[in-house]
Each structure stands twice: as structure tokens, then as C-alpha cells.
Nanobody, 120 residues
Framework: QVQLVESGGGLVQPGGSLRLSCAAS????????MGWYRQAPGKERELVAT???????NYADSMKGRFTISRDNAKNTVYLQMNSLKPEDTAVYYC??????????????WGQGTQVTVSS
């Protein structure tokens, strides 16, 4: 069984910063693409950023220049550094990863989500 556990969410003032972490655990042979998504109240879940095993990154346009995704393959962990936060960044942030338990196929896993609230 594979689990993704996020941490680092919380309440921050506009213009502030937060760093989210997501650690994968369980039976893991290899992790492919990892990413962050978010869902605001009343809205659909949307892409924030993704990163390949070789650290090639992709960002949603509204996050470029403010958010930075990174990963530590040795720790099976992906991070999201969020700077210059705005009230519209308020959402539940979800970690996502494509994980192979045996090397023969990949499954997609989701974390439980961590709340980020940007408010004065």
C-alpha cells in the first residue's frame, strides 16, 4: 500500500510564504511524475505544478514566478515553495504522484490534502 502525506499548510497573510511537503511511503519501486493540485471552495481541482523524476517542471500560468516545485528522490518527497501569496491562492492543496510498486506498471496516488488560507 502506498500513502502520500502532505504537511506545511496553514494560515498566512497576503504576501507571505509557505512551504508544502509531501512524502510517499509504502511499497515503492520508482516514482515518476509528482505534482501539486489545488481546489478552492466551489471550484474544480486545478493543476499547480508538476515535476518529473529528472526535475523537469511545469507550472500553471498563474503560479509561474511565485511558486517553485522541487523533489528529493532519495526521500520520495516533493515540495512546493509558495511566495507572494494572494487571497485567491486559498485552497486545499493536494499532492499527486505516479508510483510503480514493482517496476511493471504505474498507478496514480493522491494525498489527503492540506489547507492553505491566505488572509489578513
Amino acid at each position: 500500500q502506498v500513502q502520500l502525506v502532505e504537511s506545511g499548510g496553514g494560515l498566512v497573510q497576503p504576501g507571505g510564504s509557505l512551504r508544502l511537503s509531501c512524502a510517499a511511503s509504502g511499497i515503492i519501486f520508482r516514482i515518476g511524475v509528482m505534482g501539486w493540485y489545488r481546489q478552492a471552495p466551489g471550484k474544480e481541482r486545478e493543476l499547480v505544478a508538476t515535476i518529473t523524476r529528472g526535475s523537469i517542471t511545469n507550472y500553471a500560468d498563474s503560479m509561474k514566478g511565485r511558486f517553485t516545485i522541487s523533489r528529493d528522490n532519495a526521500k520520495n518527497t516533493v515540495y512546493l515553495q509558495m511566495n507572494s501569496l494572494k487571497p485567491e491562492d486559498t485552497a486545499v492543496y493536494y499532492c499527486n504522484a505516479n508510483i510503480s510498486p514493482s517496476g511493471t506498471y504505474y498507478d496514480t496516488y493522491w494525498g489527503q490534502g492540506t489547507q492553505v488560507t491566505v488572509s489578513s
